[in-house]
């Protein structure tokens, strides 16, 4: 089955404390992203990927690190968390995203991080 | 700043009736606009999208577009209760830039 997979689905942690959400796509897509969603401020991209080695802050990176190892993976690492990133995080994929040509972005399921 | 308005809602409509939303944008230059829907707690999924001015329709929906007064609309024809979630409206950036910019959707609520 194509999808996104995320892990954890659910975390509770403290300030501080370094952590690392997983995020992969089996559908052999080149463009991978972050966003976070917060009550009333909607959906705000964190980073992307065009492709492996190749990332880009999105609108809201302060606090957050990304890498693109390999294609399928594109991990959001949190090295000292705070309570302000506290928020629904999906991880979305697509095909190719170009300016003439763009193609759907399939989202993970989200997790749900909050921090203490 | 790339600006994506939408009437937060909630909108709520009857059962059998048109819903329409609305949106907004600030870039220009944008090309590609796309509505995603959301049920509360999930992720959102793609249900149209637009390129050209114009009506689009796809079932029960149809997206129009008029990128002379930047306005990107949704109707949803026949509303039934499972259509109520929240549609967020997304936007390409001009200039060649990646990525999409969302509105903070607009909550639908489909009364039977």
């Known amino acids: 089955e194509a999808q996104v997979t995320q892990n954890p689905r659910y975390l509770i942690t403290v300030t501080g404390k370094k952590l690392t959400v997983t995020c992969s796509q089996n559908?052999?897509?080149?463009?991978m992203s972050w966003y976070r969603q917060d009550p009333g401020l909607g959906l705000r991209q964190i980073y992307y990927s065009m492709n492996v080695e190749v990332t880009d802050k999105g609108d809201v990176p302060e606090g957050y690190k990304v890498s693109r190892k390999e294609k399928r993976n594109f991990p959001l690492i949190l090295e000292s968390p705070s309570p302000n990133q506290t928020s629904l995080y999906f991880c979305a994929s697509s095909l190719s995203i170009h300016r003439e040509s763009y193609n759907e972005q399939f989202f993970g399921p989200g997790t749900r991080l909050t921090v203490l | 700043q790339k600006e994506v308005e939408q009437n937060s809602g909630p909108l709520s409509v009857p059962e059998g009736a048109i819903a329409s939303l609305n949106c907004t944008y600030s870039d220009r230059g944008s090309q590609s606009f796309f509505w995603y829907r959301q049920y509360s707690g999930k992720s959102p999924e793609l249900i149209m999208f637009i390129y050209s001015n114009g009506d689009k329709e796809d079932g029960r929906f149809t997206a129009q577009l008029n990128k002379a007064s930047q306005y990107v609309s949704l109707l949803i024809r026949d509303s039934q209760p499972s259509d109520s979630a929240t549609y967020l409206c997304?936007?390409?950036?001009?200039?060649?830039?990646?990525?999409?910019?969302f509105g903070k959707g607009t909550h639908l609520i489909i009364q039977p």
């Open positions: 559908m052999n897509h080149e463009y």
């Open positions: 997304a936007v390409t950036p001009g200039g060649g830039a990646d990525g999409l910019t």
